[in-house]
């Protein structure tokens, strides 16, 4: 039988349609896990990765880690779907549909539309469509006061951004990313927005003269990178003391700590109180 390609988005419509929302859900993204509880569907979860954070009751079994997915575990959990990421790999998809698992890929967004448009998805998978779309809205509203907060700030020249998030090799955010879109809605300007390639030198960084400089937390290497670039005096970023360490959690966001990371990256790079 010839296998059609149907979106996640469809699928979800699909099952609706057919009074067949999905009770049982194995995710193979924290991301995905992070949403489904921001929808009040953790119950849903029967299967997720060693990396989800999960209901501190709960002893929801493991059945991934970062590369490596075990499908007999997957199927003997009998799952009504299971969840994919965009970085899971298109053999562990294919092996599950032909163990006859339906599986809905969602792949990494691009920006804040993205990312809600996905919980809307997920919303319709688990029957909290509603509650997805009030999620959205409300963060959409808080979106709109950092808006105005930042254009308020007439005849000021928009701060130049440095964005870490990975430090060997040395890597940063591009444009068409979400993390691009932290920067862009706070108010910011990307200095690698021109650029197609994310891996960076430091000779790059000096160059662009970054007024900001935001890095990721990575454990220790977070602290020491901090520190490497708070001793070079000849940036603005360190001349006027914004070299920041952000929480790793800005790395898969949900509609709710994406609007966080917004407000917060637009206090630090505006200076705002």
Known sequence: MKRIAITGIFIAILLQANGQEARRVVSLAASITKNLYLLDAGDHLVGCTRYCVTGPASSIPVVADAVSVNMERVALLRPDVVLASGLTHPRIVSGLERMGIKVVRLGQPKDFDEICLQLEQL???????????????????????????????????????????????LFTALAGTFMHDYITRAGGEN??????????????????????????????????????????????????????????TICSPTPVTFTEGVEEIARLVHSLP
Not at 140 to 158: D, I, N, Q, S, T
């Open 123 to 169: 919303g319709e998978l688990t029957g909290t469509l509603d509650r997805a779309r009030a999620i959205n809205r409300a963060c959409r509203e808080r979106l709109e006061v950092v808006e105005k907060r930042v254009a308020a700030r007439k005849g000021e020249a928009r701060p130049r951004v440095f964005f870490q998030v990975g430090a060997d090799p």
């Open 191 to 248: 200095i690698a927005a021109r650029l197609d390639n994310g891996i960076v030198s430091r000779e790059f960084v000096l160059l662009s003269a970054p007024d900001v400089i935001l890095i990721t937390a990575m454990g220790i290497a977070g602290d020491e990178q901090v520190k490497k670039w708070r001793a070079i005096t000849s940036l603005p970023a360190t001349r006027s003391g914004r070299v920041y360490l952000i929480d790793d």
